[in-house]
T-cell receptor, first 112, second 114 residues
């Protein structure tokens, strides 16, 4: 089983739609969770950290479910510029060194 | 204002010909990381430096080496590139190595092996 698993997609949605991605992780001791965005042939960029209480940043909402070991990302009112690959990232370490384990990403395509 | 800079952006080398990739940062971060990302795959950590302390991932091949001569620079040396080493190589930095620290990525170097 992969440490971090995501549906690769692509998710094809029209502008203005709401779309949600899920991600599961295998290590129950994982402490930190992130969503990164990666545009084609570019570097990953931090979209948001994911906190136990859930957090929202504009149109983006992230949720963490520790009991079921999954993380979600909700994007409301999708824009064309949201088209990218969204990487679920987990740090399985609970202390010391921060090792990020990336999922393979979920590709989102937003169309006019 | 680039914070993590990688050079070159594109590198072509021949099978077995050593190659060095460069990363520099203006953030004065303590930790520098090297990731390998193959097409349609997740970035995979190769190793990292915490200051001058080198930490190799257990499954990183011996073919990959790294140097960090000072805080700002870190190099990835591939001693004998194989066709399977063709990938995007990403450098990242973080201030500390705390579990919640943000890693900042450079734009990557895309390596082609002929």
């Amino acid at each position: 089983r992969k440490e971090v698993e995501q549906d690769p997609g692509p998710f094809n949605v029209p502008e203005g739609a709401t779309v949600a991605f899920n991600c599961t992780y295998s290590n129950s001791a994982s402490q930190s969770f992130f969503w990164y965005r990666q545009d084609c042939r570019k570097e990953p960029k931090l979209l948001m950290s994911v906190y136990s209480s859930g957090n929202e940043d504009g149109r983006f909402t992230a949720q963490l479910n520790r009991a079921s070991q999954y993380i979600s990302l909700l994007i409301r009112d999708s824009k064309l510029s949201d088209s990218a690959t969204y990487l679920c990232v987990v740090n399985p370490m609970n202390t010391g060194f921060q090792k990020l384990v990336f999922g393979t990403g979920t590709r989102l395509l937003v169309s006019p | 204002d680039a914070m993590v800079i990688q050079n070159p952006r594109y590198q072509v080398t021949q099978f077995g010909k050593p190659v060095t990739l460069s990363c520099s940062q203006t953030l004065n971060h303590n930790v520098m990381y090297w990731y390998q990302q193959k097409s349609s795959q997740a970035p995979k950590l190769l190793f990292h430096y915490y200051d001058k302390d080198f930490n190799n991932e257990a499954d990183t091949p011996d073919n990959f080496q790294s140097r960090r001569p000072n805080t700002s620079f870190c190099f990835l040396d591939i001693r004998s590139p194989g066709l399977g080493d063709a990938a995007m190589y990403l450098c990242a930095t973080s201030k500390w190595a705390d579990t919640t620290d943000t890693q900042y990525f450079g734009p990557g170097t895309r390596l082609t092996v002929l």
